[in-house]
Every structure is written in C-alpha cells, then in structure tokens.
C-alpha cells in the first residue's frame, strides 16, 4: 500500500519561532490528512486536503497540498507553548506517517 | 460531533491471558474501523480494517489468530489479543469512519500490560 515519509523526526523550537513538517509520497495522493497528538492522548483530527495545490489555514496552522498531490506540509507561526506534541500525516490508505514531535521552549 | 468509545481504556493482566478491547461508534454508524497499535514514542501502525459484517482486512506482519477483530454491527467492533505476552504490551486505538470521504475519528486508546 501507499507509505508516506514525514521528516523531520523531531522538532524543537524557541516560543515564537515557526515550524514546519513534511510528508512526501512516492505515488500520487487522492487526499492526506493531518493530526495532532499530544502526550498521552490519542490523534485529533486536523484538516483533511483533497485538491491539487490546495492551501488551507487554521488560524496559525497553514497546510498545503503539492501541485503533483505526492507532498504536503504543516507550517506552524508563531509557535506557543500549546502547540507541544506529534504531527502526523496520513494518506487515503489511513497509513500514517513517523510523526514530528514538536516542542516548545517558552 | 462524532464521538468513538473505546473500552478498557487500560488493562493489566497476567501473561497467557486473552483481553477483548471494544471500540463504539456512539452517534454515528461506523461501515469501517481500523485498530492500530502504537510504541512510546512511535508512529500508529495499522493493524487491520474492520467492515461490519465481513472478515477484517489485516495488515501484512500482523497474525490474524493472534489479533482477532470483530465487526458485529455498524456501531462496535472489538479486538481480542489471545494469549497475551509481555511482548503485546502497547496502546491499542481504534477509529471509525462513517463516510469514506470523511476523517475517520480515534477512540481514546487501550494501554495493553501484559506481565
């Protein structure tokens, strides 16, 4: 089945530096999801991303969905304490990604 | 919005033992769940795929025998690890989809202790 590779593995970041996670995929994507979880809880659902060269934002989270559907991207502004724990991707298959632990220094 | 129900949320038990984790869709009817299993630290990793009145679809390296999952009805679906071992100790999470063109929604998790 499709497989899709998030980099990078971890991510720390000064309160209000930005952040950014990948997910590439050797085959083309009908849609990818996004996902948040924190320490101890289970995947929230994020955004789901369906057309080519689609840019969604979610207040600070911008995501986007490459113009071959193959890659997609989180890019977070502004980092807050809040924003702490693992991004996950997750292509049409429901196969997730390695996840980008992210943590935040305040 | 959706809410799944996962059951237990933790259990210990004694090696050799068989648990049964059930996973509800509570107010919608769920044509398919997946059952993943996640490491400290790790990704999920699918394990199956579970369709309401048909075998579930299992993921290559997963023993069936060993996992065997259950689809009942459009609203539950269970996990049973037979004969547990140490070695099966993790966090089971289910989640349900009602529509396939729609996020699919994650129960709470399992924690698995098998000593």
């Known amino acids: 089945g499709q497989q899709v590779m998030q980099i990078p593995q971890y991510q720390h970041v000064q309160e209000g530096e930005d952040f950014t996670t990948y997910c590439n995929s050797s085959?083309?994507?009908?849609?990818i999801q996004w996902y948040k979880q924190r320490p101890g809880g289970h995947p929230v659902f994020l955004i789901q991303?369906?057309?080519?060269?689609e840019v969604k934002k979610q207040k600070r989270l911008t995501f986007q969905f490459g113009e071959a559907k193959k890659n997609s991207s989180l890019h977070i502004t502004a980092t807050q304490t809040t924003d702490v724990g693992t991004y996950f991707c997750?292509?049409?298959?429901?196969?997730f990604g390695a996840g980008t632990r992210l943590t935040v220094k305040p | 919005g959706a809410v799944v129900s996962q059951h237990p949320s933790w259990v210990i038990c004694k090696s050799g033992t068989s648990v049964k984790i059930e996973c509800r869709s509570l107010?919608?009817?769920?044509?398919?769940m997946f059952w993943y299993r996640q490491f400290p630290k790790q990704s999920l990793m699918l394990m199956a795929t579970?369709?309401?009145?048909?075998?579930?679809?299992?993921e290559q390296g997963v023993e069936k025998d060993k996992f065997l999952i259950n689809h009942a009805s459009l609203t539950l679906s269970t996990l049973t690890v037979t004969s547990a071992h140490p070695e099966d100790s993790s966090f089971y999470i289910c989640?349900?989809?009602?529509?396939?063109?729609?996020?699919?929604?994650f129960g709470d998790g399992t924690r698995l202790s098998i000593l």
């Open positions: 997750a292509g049409p298959d429901m196969r």
């Open positions: 989640s349900a989809l009602d529509r396939e063109d729609q996020p699919q929604h």
């Open positions: 107010d919608f009817q769920a044509t398919t």
């Open positions: 579970s369709n309401e009145g048909s075998k579930a679809t299992y």
């Open positions: 991303l369906v057309k080519s060269g």
């Open positions: 085959t083309t994507l009908s849609n």
